[in-house]
């Protein structure tokens, strides 16, 4: 079967229903053929969503080391004020101590004063 070709060819918009040339009429993304006029492109959102994963590895991953170099001494105390309020301080011997992880060796501490009387 042979088909009209050339200067002379119409066709029927399918949009609009005007005539048109074969030759300037366009193929929408739906399959309509359409006049030059009535040409829409498909719109970005009409294509499926490229689905991405966040990465979850690392590059070049280094096990956990806990350095127990140069981590000092960090001592608390519990002076008492002029009223006699007791505030606790916590001062670090080392500058770069604060923020790391320590572990107890030694805990001392007192109540405070304690008066009985029998009688």
């Known amino acids: 079967m042979s088909y009209s ?3 002379h060819a119409y ?3 399918d949009i609009s229903g005007f005539r048109y040339k074969l030759n300037d009429m366009k193929k929408t993304w ?3 053929l359409v006049g030059p006029d009535m040409y829409d492109p498909k ?4 294509r499926p969503r490229i689905k991405t994963t966040d990465p979850e590895a690392l ?3 280094r096990p956990d080391v806990k350095s127990t170099i140069n981590l000092g001494t960090v001592r608390v105390s519990n002076p008492k004020n002029v009223n006699g309020v007791s505030s606790p301080v916590m001062y670090a011997l080392v500058s770069n101590t604060i923020g790391s ?5 030694e805990v001392t501490g007192s109540v405070g004063e304690i008066s009985v009387v029998i009688s």
């Open 43 to 46: 719109h970005p959102q009409l």
């Open 11 to 13: 066709g029927i918009c």
């Open 5 to 7: 070709t050339g200067k």
């Open 59 to 61: 590059l070049n991953p």
């Open 30 to 32: 739906n399959g309509l």
């Open 101 to 105: 992880s320590f572990s107890l060796s």
